[in-house]
C-alpha cells in the first residue's frame, strides 16, 4: 500500500482534490472531519494512535493507494509512514477569494481566520515546502491536479 499526505493551507483545495481522488475509486481520509484531533494547549494535533490505526489498517482496493487530508503542527513526526506528500498550495489573493465564498466550510470567512491562514503563508507554507515531493499550484481544474498527483504517485 501506498501512503500520501495531501496537505497545504485552508483553501488550496485539498478537499476538492481527496473529492476528486475518491470519485475515481481511491481510498480517502480527510482528517478535518472525524476523531482525528486532540486539543493540546489550544491546539488542534492528529490523536497518534487515531491517525496511525488509519495509516495501518486502512482499506485501499485495488488502487493500493491511500490518501489522506490534513494540516497540522505534528503531522511531521507521521512523515516515515507516508511514500510521498502532496504540498498544495496557491496565490495569496486565490487563496482570499476561495476562503470568502467558498460553502462546504466556514473557516476563513472570519477576519481573524483570514489573517491566520495568510500569516501561516509566510511562516507554515515554507516549512511544508521543504518536506513535499511534490507541489502543485491549484490554479489548474481539481482533475488537473489530480492527474498530476496521480503520476507523480505511480
Avoid: C
Amino acid at each position: 500500500m501506498k501512503r500520501v499526505l495531501v496537505t497545504g493551507m485552508s483553501g488550496v483545495g485539498k478537499s476538492a482534490l481527496l473529492a476528486e481522488l475518491a470519485a475515481r475509486g481511491y481510498a480517502t481520509v480527510d482528517t478535518d472531519y472525524g476523531d482525528f484531533h486532540e486539543v493540546v494547549d489550544g491546539e488542534r494535533l492528529w490523536r497518534r494512535e487515531r491517525i496511525e490505526a488509519v495509516l495501518r489498517d486502512a482499506a485501499v482496493g485495488e488502487a493500493g493507494v491511500l490518501f489522506v487530508q490534513g494540516t497540522v503542527r505534528n503531522q511531521g513526526s507521521f512523515y516515515p509512514w507516508f511514500d510521498h506528500i502532496v504540498l498544495l498550495s496557491a496565490p495569496v489573493e486565490v487563496l482570499v477569494e476561495r476562503l470568502s465564498t467558498r460553502t462546504t466550510n466556514s473557516y476563513g470567512k472570519d477576519p481573524a481566520e483570514l489573517a491566520e491562514t495568510l500569516g501561516y503563508v509566510e511562516t507554515v507554507e515554507p516549512l511544508l515546502r521543504a518536506s513535499a515531493t511534490l507541489e502543485l499550484v491549484t490554479t489548474v481544474p481539481v482533475a488537473s491536479v489530480a492527474d498530476a498527483v496521480l503520476e507523480h504517485v505511480r
